[in-house]
């Protein structure tokens, strides 16, 4: 019956479900209820308590996360440091991976914040400048300068890119009351020369040649006296007899030995002269005694004047029987050049290149002025020089006229020259006989440059290649941004002036020369041949032969190609006759 107990123990209600024996007999299992015993109390210290009251209180997600950021950080305080194969723990923070900036949350460097430049303080900045530049040095945001170009200096399309000229950089420092001074940034060159000029200070000095340049009008034989110096033949290979480049040739004389500089006299060359005078020890004036002083022997007076070098005249041509050299020297002292014989200071020299007559005394003259300036060098020093002319040839390469002013130059040294850090691969003198090195005024045309250097740019001799090309790097960085600074000139005051320029009728040249000397003045020609009507649009200015390149821009750009003491190549000639290009060859 229900609720009885059996003799094990165990009731029928309390047993397992189920048969285990015959049908309708189910027995379960008594399952013993123990009961706990209390045997003394324990009393738990008030601040237990607390604690574990506030642990088992409900706590916000933020406190939560907190508490066990500060729970992770205090075992990383006290970890070991882990050894090898030791299995790594939770980090205080996320993962660093390689690369990434420490986040400052979790214990990595904090970020100070920008801080203004003093207002007092003077702000130097190397041109071009930019915008992002120029706030970075001023210290305020590139907003800020933004704003005051556009709303307070009425200075509008710029942008973080764009860069600023001078006199907006003066514009702003004024607004901004600031101190701000514009320097060229050479201190990388500047320690490069003065390394050089410490380690070549010591060397033993020498009298060396003095260079001479000759200079004059066009027409009045400033290359057929030079020939007749030298017993050589240079005019014949000049376009009409006139000189078109700087060339640089050493005279060698019973008397003396001397260094000339031949420079073009022709109106289009001014740059060239003032170069030539710049490089020279002594000017030899020439004037043709048949036609007296003309506009470019008065330019060459003011360049020799500018340079600060002693004059002498030579009055050619003295063999015809028209020639005058008494009123030349007239219109010479009152240009300023009085004659010795006269009472002044100003050697005058009557000669003939055709008759030889007078070349002994004009050569008297200049060694007689070189031993006054007593001109030295040093000989043992590293080699430095100044680049006359430049040329770009498709069997030779760049081909670089350079006259050595101090020091020797040899063959396989690192020079920097311009953009250029290469060695020096092959040397020849002015007659073409190849040379291992070459001593103080000595013109020389090297081989192995890789860029194509400027007339007037220094030429060193480094040792430290690392240093050489800091310099080289930074000279082409300088360019570079020169010339994207050019290109982003356009402002919204320039752009209606562009699009006005669309009405305005233009020709189209591509223009080919064979010397960066030649190249310039043409290129300043043809640039002022434009007028209000019609402009002259140089597309493209290089040295060498016209290509197939060439005539591929030219039927693209509508233009014409003139190549100057340069020519076209059968490929090129093929595909002008194809593209109905025109090809005007001039010299």
């Known amino acids: 019956m229900p609720g009885t107990q059996s003799e094990s123990g165990l009731s029928q209600e309390q047993s397992p479900a189920g048969p285990i024996g015959s049908a309708g007999n189910v027995r379960r299992l008594l399952v013993p ?8 109390r324990i009393e738990l210290p008030q601040e237990t308590i607390r604690d574990a009251t506030r642990r088992s209180a409900p706590a916000s997600e933020r406190d939560l996360r907190r508490a066990a950021l500060q729970k992770m950080q205090q075992r990383t305080a006290t970890r070991s440091p882990m050894v090898s194969g030791q299995r790594r723990g939770p980090q205080s923070g996320p993962i660093q991976r390689p690369g990434q900036r420490p986040d400052p949350r979790f214990g990595g460097p904090k970020r100070r914040p920008a801080t ?19 706030s970075e040095a ?23 890119n764009s860069y600023l000229s001078q006199d907006e ?21 500047e320690q490069m020369i003065a390394q050089l000029v410490h380690d070549a200070a010591n060397e033993a000095q020498i009298l060396r040649a003095p260079v001479v340049t000759f200079m004059g009008h066009v027409d009045h034989g400033k290359t057929s006296l030079m020939d007749a110096l030298r017993a050589s033949d ?3 290979g000049e376009a009409g007899g006139i000189t078109q480049h700087i060339g640089a040739y050493k005279v060698r004389n019973p008397k003396g030995e001397f260094v000339i500089l031949d420079t073009p006299g022709h109106a289009a060359f001014t740059a060239m002269r003032a170069r030539g005078a710049e490089l020279t020890d002594l000017v030899v004036l020439v004037v043709a005694g048949d036609d007296g002083v003309m506009p470019q022997t008065e330019e060459a007076i003011n360049h020799a004047k500018a340079a600060k070098v002693p004059v002498i005249v030579a009055i050619t041509k003295c063999d015809l029987p028209r020639s005058n050299p008494m009123q030349v020297k007239q219109q010479l002292m009152i240009k300023g050049l009085q004659p010795e014989e006269w009472g002044g200071s100003t050697g005058v020299i009557e000669v003939s290149s055709v008759t030889k007559v007078g070349l002994d005394n004009l050569v008297d003259r200049i060694m007689l002025d070189a031993l006054i300036l007593d001109l030295k060098a040093r000989p043992e020093a590293p080699g430095k020089g100044v680049v006359v002319e430049s040329r770009q040839s498709p069997e030779q390469g760049v081909v670089v006229t350079i006259l050595v ?20 691969r092959a040397m020849m003198d002015d007659r073409g006989k190849q040379l291992q090195e070459a001593g103080p005024s000595m013109p020389v045309t090297v081989f192995g440059l890789d860029r194509l250097p400027s007339p007037g740019d220094k ?5 430290d290649a690392r240093k050489a090309r800091e310099v080289v790097e930074d000279r082409q960085r300088r360019i570079r941004e020169l010339s994207m600074a050019e290109r982003s000139a356009v402002t919204l005051e320039t752009l209606s002036a562009k699009l006005a320029e669309r009405n305005i009728q233009e020709i189209k040249i591509i223009l080919k020369a064979d010397a960066m000397g030649s190249l310039e003045p043409l290129r300043k020609c043809l640039e002022e041949l434009s007028t209000p009507e019609v402009r002259v649009n140089l597309v493209h200015s290089a040295l060498g032969g016209i290509n197939e390149t060439d005539v591929s821009l030219a039927q693209a750009s509508g233009a014409f190609i003139v190549g100057f003491n340069t020519v076209a190549d059968s490929s090129a000639r093929q595909a002008a006759e194809r593209a109905n290009v025109e090809i005007r060859y001039t010299k």
């Not at 305020?140 to 710029?158: C, D, F, P, R, S």
């Open 234 to 236: 240079v005019a014949r």
């Open 33 to 40: 209820q123990k009961m706990a015993t209390v045997i003394r």
């Open 169 to 189: 950089v003066e514009l702003v420092a004024i607004e901004l009351e600031r101190n701000v001074k514009i320097v060229e940034q050479e201190e990388i060159e």
């Open 405 to 424: 002013t101090d020091g020797t130059l040899r063959i396989k040294d690192q020079i920097v020259c311009g953009e250029s850090f290469a060695r020096v």
């Open 459 to 463: 030429l060193f001799v480094v040792e």
């Open 138 to 160: 001023l210290g305020i945001k590139v907003t800020e300068l933004l704003t005051t170009l556009m709303l307070k200096l009425k200075i509008a399309g710029k942008n973080i």
């Open 116 to 134: 203004s430049a003093d207002p007092a303080k003077e702000i130097k900045i190397t041109p071009p400048v930019s915008i992002k530049s120029f």
